[in-house]
């Protein structure tokens, strides 16, 4: 295929049986990739002669996609995070499927705009958003919307509750007169409900971050004091995100608790459930987060416990009609008609702040099409087993002890003795560095202590007995 061929006089290939022949030969390689990962390292920092090729001028002038294919197989395959591996055990992030690869490159060709208009993908979004309220326990009248992930999903949240409190006029009027509000969540909360009250214009001040207890949870002494006291001095409380999964230790608040709280002082009851939330899958774990179904809105991630390619976050709201007074506008280029493409009443942008949006929803319906909730669900458990099989082993260690409760799927752990803090750092960078297992550090009482979450479906018993053996390993050095 010539430059010329590949010109901006025409974007198709000139030659289909070439391009095809590329396209299979390119998907065969990553299905080759994928059936092999236990050869290779977790992760490979990228050599300087990978990072040269990111330096190259802007390309004006086209090239063949065959070379293009070459470079990628090259210097960029290779140097990728790493959350596929099965020894990747340091972050919340999914591991993906082969499904959900050949449905993104689907999603790709349709190139299907998910903002709106009458079209079978905005369909397929609202199956997503009725499954998921089946799941939760959510009624009809609920309504939900892909985003890029819970953080974003959060801030939307957020502003949902911002909006019942102080009213749809705060669209147009902003944030002028009236009490201050103020929201809380646990101090083991994910940084991003800081952030979301920072874009909200609330200010971070505003959220009151309530202690939790050994077990990682929030108190509700402490809750209830602090609502009481924000109330005497006359703020507004409005907002209580619950968190199913702590970030640090995969902790889950009381949300039952939380729940009859909100009900008793008028507050909006958010769920940042990254991950956890997708527990409900499962009947063995689903009890973890009773009371989840009384939440107002629900934050999570396929592309977590689901293992949807990224990215694939989701916010469900109780009450649609209050999710969509909350973003839609009248816009004349979005006017809607009663038949023919831009029909339809409620479009995705009428729900979030999003107009040009891709197909996320494919991916995801492919995946819970053919895994189903159970199956999925049989994978959710497995890692849990794998926390409490590595926890179980540590606690026979002579060098090495628990840091933190392990209720779920993550086990925070540390040398023992003195300068725990710096020999765990070494720990884990000597890991990375060997490409044999892929762990990652967090702060618990000031002190950094090794992290393993277990999130990959590929994750084996035979994978946390290897670990353990480059654990000692690399301590030993």
Known sequence: MTDREMSLDDLDPKDW?????????????????????RSRPVWRQPSDE?????????????????????????FIKPYATGNAHPAFMGWVHGAGTPVGMVAEMLAAGLNA???????????????????MSEAFAFPEAAAGLFVTGTSMANFLGLLVARNRSRGDDVRQTGLVGGPQLVAYASDAAHGCVSQA?????????????????????MRLDSLKTQVQCDREMGFL?????????????????????????????????????????????????????????????????????????????????????ALRRTFASENRYLARAQTGLAAGETWPCDLGPDLSRGFRALKTWFTLRTFGADGLARAIERNCELARHLAARIRQSAEFELRAPVGLNIVCFSVRGSNADARNRAIVEGLHASGR??????????????????VNHRTTIADVEQFLLNLEAIAAD
């Open 197 to 217: 009250m920072q874009l909200a214009g609330l200010g971070s001040d505003a959220l009151r971050l309530i202690p939790c207890n050994d077990e990682g949870a």
């Open 17 to 37: 049986v070439e391009f095809r022949a590329l396209a299979h030969g390119a998907l065969d390689n990553m299905i080759d990739h994928l059936a092999t990962l």
């Open 113 to 131: 705009n998910c903002g709106g208009r009458d079209h079978i993908g905005i369909d397929v979004e609202r199956q997503i958003a009725r499954w």
């Open 437 to 454: 297992a892929a762990p990652s550090i967090t702060i618990l009482s000031g002190v950094a202590v090794i992290r393993c979450a277990f």
């Open 237 to 321: 409380p409005f907002l209580l995100v619950g968190t199913a999964g702590s970030v640090d230790i995969g902790a889950i608040d009381p949300l039952n608790d939380l729940a009859d709280v909100c009900v008793a002082e008028n507050l909006w009851f958010h769920v940042d459930g990254a991950f956890g939330a997708l527990l409900a899958f499962s009947s063995e774990l689903r009890s973890r987060i009773q009371g989840i179904e009384r939440a107002d809105s629900i934050a999570f991630d396929f592309h977590k416990w689901a293992h949807v390619p990224y990215d694939a976050g989701f916010l469900l709201v109780r009450d649609g009609a």
């Open 50 to 74: 990978a990072r040269r090729q990111f330096r190259a001028e802007f390309p004006k002038i086209g090239r063949p996609l065959a070379e293009s294919l070459e470079l990628f197989e090259q």
